[in-house]
T-cell receptor
């Protein structure tokens, strides 16, 4: 079974530019999450999709961040325009369908490291 | 406001000894607790979990203890092995308004097991 795949693994951009991160979850996982870790800090929740719908986007920092999940499959996270404080590692995770206890065992991708100069 | 706290950023343990990683939480609505392990340049991987109705769960060398009254959990690794060297994240989940699980993570503790 393929795991969670994220692309790119590392992106270096200048302040004001746009970056789009992509996540392919495990096939059949309806729950898809985006998290971010800034150096040395917690892995912070950004948002949660159930299929193509945004279930919870309370962690999105501001309106420079836009997440989509086309057809309930892969997801993209766009940052536009990027600021210095957006630097960090963006993790995508997926979990099995439903609301049961198994749904909180998240499978993570390797992360996309974003460096904004 | 950090709801899951790992106050020790790092821990060094001799191979073969016990590693104890600690975690405190503030949200009494958390009903499931998990530990994840992370190697450099990889995503966190699930290690072990415990339901809030239990106080102990064991899986091989790994045991998680939960003290609900103290809002504290710990992960014990016995015996510790060099391959256990990684960052360990404590996590807790609670249901959101739609009934879905929302998982909150701590800052991590970097464990180094010395051969």
């Amino acid at each position: 079974e393929a795991g969670v795949t994220q692309f790119p693994s590392h992106s270096v951009i200048e302040k004001g530019q746009t970056v789009t991160l992509r996540c392919d979850p495990i096939s059949g996982h309806d729950n898809l999450y985006w998290y971010r870790r800034v150096m040395g800090k917690e892995i912070k929740f950004l948002l949660h999709f159930v299929k193509e719908s945004k279930q919870d986007e309370s962690g999105m920092p501001n309106n420079r961040f836009l997440a989509e999940r086309t057809g309930g499959t892969y997801s993209t996270l766009k940052v536009q325009p990027a600021e210095l404080e957006d630097s960090g590692v963006y993790f995508c995770a997926s979990s099995p369908t439903g609301r049961g206890a198994g749904a909180n065992v998240l499978t993570f991708g390797a992360g996309s490291r974003l460096t904004v100069l | 406001d950090q709801q899951v706290k790992q106050n020790s950023p790092s821990l060094s343990v001799q191979e073969g000894r016990i590693s104890i990683l600690n975690c405190d939480y503030t949200n009494s609505m958390f009903d499931y607790f998990l530990w994840y392990k992370k190697y450099p340049a990889e995503g966190p991987t699930f290690l072990i979990s415990i339901s809030s109705i239990k106080d102990k769960n064991e899986d091989g060398r790994f045991t998680v203890f939960l003290n609900k009254s103290a809002k504290h959990l710990s992960l014990h690794i016995v015996p510790s092995q060099p391959g256990d060297s990684a960052v360990y994240f404590c996590a807790a989940s609670a249901r959101d308004s739609g009934g879905y699980q929302k998982v909150t993570f701590g800052t991590g503790t970097k464990l180094q097991v010395i051969p």
